[in-house]
């Protein structure tokens, strides 16, 4: 097995590469903390976005990052909170694109329906609005993929 397959690199190397972040290959831990301190490029956002949802159908890079703060700081990068919203987020697509099997189309419709085990929003609803909020989706999915139900 060679390094450039993706089982070699860390979860955090993986996580990076999902989010489209230069030299991914060299994430590990500690310096994905170091990367959302500094902030992500603003162009990880719509990466992010993209990868469940290409054409905008339910969600835009808008609903993580406001509109005025994208076009502000274009070739800039991110907050740190806003680095560490766009990485929570990251986490719960990329959790949804597994256990979906890589399947767009379903992972974009559990992640846009509303679910009473999740308050009544969706997925996509809590996992933007707080780190917390997809913080309760990876749990969901956890308990969802062990045959918990609740």
Same mark, same amino acid.
């Given at each position: ?6 089982? !070699? ?10 989010? *489209?972040?230069?030299?991914?290959? $060299?994430? !590990? ?33 808008? !609903? ?16 740190? $909170? ?15 694109? %597994?256990?979906?099997?890589? $399947? ?14 999740? *308050? ?12 917390? *909020?997809? !913080? ?5 999915? *956890? %308990? ?7």
């Amino acid at each position: 097995m060679t390094r450039t397959e993706s089982t !070699d690199f860390s979860e955090p190397g993986q996580l990076a590469k999902f989010m *489209g972040l230069p030299k991914w290959q $060299d994430v !590990d831990d500690f310096s994905l903390v170091e990367r959302i301190r500094t902030g992500f490029p603003v162009s990880t956002a719509a990466i992010v976005v993209e990868r469940i949802d290409p054409e905008g159908r339910f969600l835009k890079v808008t !609903d993580v990052i406001p509109k005025s703060t994208l076009h502000r700081r274009k070739n800039q990068t991110l907050t740190k $909170d806003e680095s560490e919203k766009v990485w929570a987020l990251a986490r719960v697509i990329a959790e949804v694109l %597994r256990l979906y099997h890589n $399947d767009r189309e379903k992972a974009a419709f559990f992640m846009s329906r509303r679910h009473p085990l999740m *308050g009544g929003k969706s997925p996509i609803q809590l996992a933007t609005e707080s780190i917390a *909020g997809a !913080d309760l989706v990876l749990q969901f999915l *956890g %308990r969802a993929e062990a045959g918990v139900a609740a």
